[in-house]
């Protein structure tokens, strides 16, 4: 997966190039954890990557958390887009 596509979508959004937004940093995070889950697919006693893996998954759940206080419409679009989690329904 590229971070290309996602970046423009992000910036067009935000009308500003800034790469240190909650979203783009999600954003970054998520394709990170993507090419570390399919490396980890291939490479199943890599445990460094593992701990790696679990490091990012915490910086990124803390980062959710965050926008989900502050902004909780961005939150949800952000999952939405990036197809993260379910979206509960109530």
Do not use: C
Not at 66 to 85: P, T
């Amino acid at each position: 997966m590229r971070k290309k596509p996602f970046i423009s979508v992000v910036l067009q959004e935000e009308k500003e190039q800034n790469k240190g937004s909650v979203e783009f940093q999600v954003l970054n995070f998520t394709n990170r954890i993507r090419k570390l889950t399919s490396h980890l697919e291939l490479h199943k006693k890599d445990y460094l990557s593992e701990i790696g893996l679990k490091k990012m998954l915490g910086k990124r759940q803390r980062l959710l958390s965050y926008l989900s206080k502050k902004n909780r419409a961005r939150y949800k679009e952000l999952i939405g887009e990036l197809d993260i989690r379910e979206l509960k329904t109530r």
